[in-house]
């Protein structure tokens, strides 16, 4: 769409920048003997879908509101778009699209009447241009049958879409979502997240969740918070592959076709432990099969020698070879209640 003039202005003046969106030092809060948030370091990278991962009271909110510049943190330092989150809050929070936790709207209005409300907030200009805006972020939200009725009678998903266009219709930057999708059934979050995805074109989204699968189906980075402490930050990807720095791990399904062959499997086990790049191997039988997990240092010298190595041994057959790859929940529950920890 055309923009209409701006107050407060400036919105995209360092979009081209390669600077993260949001950068933290050491940023921590305590209320007296509450450490709601442990020192922390968190990079969100300009265009990605960041999801803020953590059990209740794990410090998501209270992040958020450092970030936003509504409390100032006990110790550390943050920026969004390179301003200081301490000094510059309402600069930053003008370019920043916001949903709370839970969002409250004045009930007597209609949606179309609260996108109004707030858009005046953020834009001057021709009411034609500033009307045009509510409607295409009424259909951005797949409100627009529902625009003219009393938010009174919205149900919670609803709600939540009328939250998501208020959020946007400033057209941020950034967009920082407080639990999208928490209070919601399963297509109710279906909806939400596809929402957020469609965001994704014109903004960077960091949002928080308890939710794995959600995380695992919309974003691209994420970051595990527990007890007001990061356990990981990392790409979805690297998160799920076990993969970062070059480490990964992979998956042997074996077959030994003869007793001597099976004899022979200890010294063969040997040899692949003895590799400079090998830093584990675990063996467990699987249904008259045997299942290798090697963890190793240096991917590549993986890929071109492991499976050779293991096919030169006669007598043993390889069923399957690939890289293992965990569901969220088993790479979150490894980081939360092991301190198995990847990532930066
Ligand atoms: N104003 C406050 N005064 C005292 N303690 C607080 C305050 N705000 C938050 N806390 C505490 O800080 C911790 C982190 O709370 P926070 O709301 O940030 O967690 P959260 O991850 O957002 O949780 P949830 O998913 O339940 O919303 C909790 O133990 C909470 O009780």
Known sequence: MREPARVGGGANADAASDLPVISTRGLSKSYRRVHALKPLDLTVSRGSIFGFLGPNGAGKTTAIKLLLGLTRPTSGTGTVFGRDIATEGVEIRSRIGYLAQEPRFYDFMTARETLRFTARFFYEGP???????????????????????????????????????QAQINDPELLILDEPAASLDPMGRRDVLSIMESFKERATIFYSTHILSDVQRVS????????????????????????????????LLLKATSKEATEKLGELRSRVRGLPWVSSLEEEPDAGELRWIVRVTAEAAAEEDLLRLVLDHRGVRVVSFGRQRRSLEEAFFGLVEGGDVHGG
């Open 127 to 165: 009411e034609k241009v500033i009307e045009r805006r509510i409607g295409e972020s009424l259909e951005l939200v797949g409100l627009e049958e529902k625009a003219d009725r009393k938010v009174r009678g919205f149900s919670g998903g609803e709600r939540q879409r009328l939250g998501l266009a």
């Open 220 to 251: 691209d980075s994420l970051a595990i918070l527990k007890d007001g402490k990061l356990l990981a930050q990392a790409s979805t990807e690297e998160l799920l592959s076990g993969r970062s720095g070059g480490t990964a791990t992979y998956e």
